[in-house]
């Protein structure tokens, strides 16, 4: 699903997201004829977003960030840099970007807003 979908059906991120894009913080890349040999060996059970996502970064080195176990256990299987989101949120907590506070704060704030959980909390703060 395109961000600009995930904006129209209210997810708060999206916004966060497209404004980055709109400022160049962000760039946009598409899949071309170098990410096509991984897409092929994906499982079929990944999405064509997690599909083309997981390509691009395999044959461009980048490293990936999903909110799915299995993702991240497939690209650590196969010798791909991945994050889960609890891992961007320990970062933010370790650096001293956020303290602890304003983290459970945007814990909440995305298990609210999209209406997901974050497993495993006590690692953030750990």
């Not at 071309?32 to 499982?43: A, F, I, K």
């Not at 970064?57 to 490293?63: A, H």
């Amino acid at each position: 699903m395109s961000f600009v979908k995930y904006y129209e059906k209210g997810y708060f991120f999206a916004e966060s997201v497209l404004d980055c894009i709109k400022n160049e913080y962000i760039d946009v890349v598409a899949v071309d004829q170098n990410d096509l040999p991984y897409m092929l060996g994906l499982p079929k059970s990944f999405g064509p977003g997690e599909r083309d996502s997981i390509a691009m970064c395999k044959s461009r080195g980048y490293v990936f960030l999903s909110n799915e176990k299995k993702v991240y256990n497939y690209c650590k299987k196969h010798g791909m840099q991945c994050l889960l989101l609890p891992h961007i949120l320990k970062s933010l907590w370790k650096e001293n970007i956020l303290d602890k506070e304003d983290v459970e704060e945007l814990i909440t704030e995305i298990e609210s807003r999209d209406n997901t959980v974050i497993t495993d909390k006590d690692s953030i703060f750990s």
